[in-house]
Structures are given as structure tokens and as C-alpha cells.
């Protein structure tokens, strides 16, 4: 009786190290290794978790306009680098870096540098600027 339930104990915990490991797993989604750039106008600023969004409205590749949504950071780390959900007003101008979503109708992208042409903001992943 004692193995089955450490079995069952093991069994579980690995079931839900998988599903913690699995959502972060942005190569399922996202082209890691392309970057493509997008600019255009602030539609909304989603902050929440576990991902906060960026809806940008931006010209595709072929001059139609779309809107994007681009996944971001956690709230805490955007907290930690002094953003908060005030931070962006819609209408702002932004240039996004990201990596494309492996479906290439969905509009989805994953941001991996970001500015504000307005004040010059950057963000870079690891890194803030503010001028």
C-alpha cells in the first residue's frame, strides 16, 4: 500500500512539473530564432498574469493594417522594471521586436525588444532606457 501511494505521489508531481514547464515554453508557439519588427499604434495594454499583452495596430507585410497581439512579460516583472499599467496610453507609438507565432494567421507575436518613439523609451529583455 505504502509504494502504490508513492507511486501515485511521484505520478503527481511529475504531471504538474510538466504543465509548469510546458507553459513556458514559448518554441511551441513562437519562431524563437526570427525576429520581425513591427510599428504602429497602441490599441490596449493588457497587464495581467501570467503574461501581459500588447495590442498594437500596425501594416503587415503587404501594407494591410492588423491588429497584433504581442505577448510580454509577468506584472511582477514588469513591476521590477518600473512599468505599471498606467505606463502606456493607447495611441502610443511603438516599435516592437518579436518572435512570429508559428501560425502565421493568428496576429501573434512574442516581444523580445520594444520602443516608445514619444520619449525614447526602450525596453530590451533585460535591460530598461529611459532618456
Known sequence: MRRRWTV??????????????????????YFESDTIEIEGELVEFQYKNPHSWIHLQAADP??????YAAEWVSTSR???DGISKDF?????HLRIWASPSRRPN?????????????DR??????RIETR
Open 78 to 80: 514588469l513591476e521590477r
Open 62 to 67: 503587404f501594407g494591410a493594417q492588423k491588429i
Open 121 to 126: 523609451w526602450k525596453w530590451g529583455g533585460n
Open 8 to 29: 501515485l505521489v511521484v505520478g503527481v508531481a511529475m504531471m504538474l512539473s510538466v504543465r509548469l514547464h510546458g507553459h513556458h515554453n514559448f518554441a511551441d508557439f
Open 88 to 92: 502606456f496610453r493607447v495611441g502610443d
Open 106 to 118: 493568428d496576429n501573434r507575436i512574442r516581444i523580445k525588444r520594444m520602443e516608445r518613439r514619444s
